[in-house]
């Protein structure tokens, strides 16, 4: 009776054995582990504000097929940018020097990869050279508000310079809501206080420097996106020759449009015939003069 007990021990054992063997297979097959670069290859640098989850050993891809691996993710001293370079197989060698280098995530729950997408410079970045144009990971939060009509924020790594704007209503707006000129994003609220002296609400606008030659006279509203969207801060640019500048206050604002003050001037304003048949001061019961003494 022990052959059969142990015959069962030692094939159950070895079930569960082979069930590990196959998680670890699956496991290095669906991540950076199972992408780990072969052959020569040559460095190059790419600066995210964001990274997400990306790890190193993490895949390098253009058009959808590997071409390289993240060698090592570093953070700046003092800046909040991530530095991550890139080990590209030298047969791509030709990757023009204006491509755009985006963090993307395999399927909706798997790793995080970076896709190259090519420019149209005739300059091929060189090893040890940079790509200067990326676009961080999105993050749900972000995926969220994009889908509400928010949109998202500029970059900003080239840095930015405060604008201050006075608002008598800022609605719901809110600390990272985008700035945007002409529907584009080019900055994000910095800050929104409330002034004790004004009474109203100041809001301190980042701007990308890249954007530096918006005119003084410019004004800036606040919208909502769609229905129920998220709302932002839309700059109208003015005609002044003079560009704002670091620490200047954009003196033309509209405030937020609450729905109850739509509803409200809709009742109270009514149609152009009721005005009109309020302001005559006759009434139909009035019996007009006959003249007679």
Known sequence: ???????????????????????????TQTSSVANVHQGASYTVDAHFANIGQLKERAPVKIAGVRVGQVQSITLQPGQEVADVKLAIDKSYDKIPLDSVA???????LGDQYIGIQYGSSKKAVADGGTLALTKPAQQ???????????????????GTYAVKANFTNVGTLSVGAPVK??????????????????????VTLAIDKRYNAIPDDSSAA???????GSQYVAIQPGGSPDALKNGDEMVLT????????????????GSPSDKKDAG????????APTGKH
């Open 280 to 287: 005559d001061g006759k009434s139909s019961d009035t019996p």
């Open 140 to 158: 749900l939060e972000e995926m969220i508000g994009k889908f509400f009509g928010a949109g998202g924020t500029a970059d900003n790594l080239g």
């Open 102 to 108: 985006t963090i993307f995530t395999s399927g909706l």
């Open 222 to 228: 606040v919208f909502t996106s769609g229905l129920i």
């Open 1 to 27: 009776m022990s052959q059969p007990r142990s015959s069962y021990a030692v094939g159950t054992g070895l079930f569960i054995v082979l069930g590990f063997a196959a998680l670890a297979y699956l496991a």
């Open 181 to 202: 000129m002409a529907g584009v994003p080019i900055g994000s609220v910095q800050s929104v206080v409330a002034d004790p002296v004004k009474l109203d609400a100041e």
């Open 254 to 269: 509209q405030s937020a449009m609450q729905l109850e003050d739509l509803i409200g001037k809709f009742l109270v304003n």
